[in-house]
């Protein structure tokens, strides 16, 4: 039996700079045609970013500069409601 002190990878989000391990973060990226979309494999190419798994921080609470500014993208509501149909977070209306 192996038993490998594994190394676990941590990210930090770039809403508010926790650092986490990387299974709590989800993953956002931006593709090559300047889509962003929810990654939820965690290797799709293009650049990424990392935002902690809570509701909190999506939605109307989310810091689009922030968000912005990690992908280098402007962040739409529309594309702000499509991630949040992606990740099947409850809705508040
Ligand atoms: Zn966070």
Redesign the pocket.
């Known amino acids: 039996m192996s038993q490998q002190n594994r190394h676990i990878p941590t990210r930090t989000?770039?809403?508010?700079?926790?650092k986490?391990q990387r299974d709590e973060?989800l993953r956002l990226v931006k593709t090559s045609k300047g889509q962003i979309l929810f990654d939820s494999t965690g290797r799709m190419d293009g650049r990424g970013a990392y935002?902690?798994a809570?509701a909190d921080?999506w939605g109307e609470g989310i810091d689009r500069g922030r968000l912005k500014n990690a992908l280098k993208a402007t962040i739409e509501d529309s594309t702000l409601r499509s991630l949040n149909e992606a990740m099947d977070l409850p809705n508040n209306e």
Do not use: E
């Open positions: 989000c770039v809403v508010c700079r926790t986490r973060l935002v902690c809570d921080h």
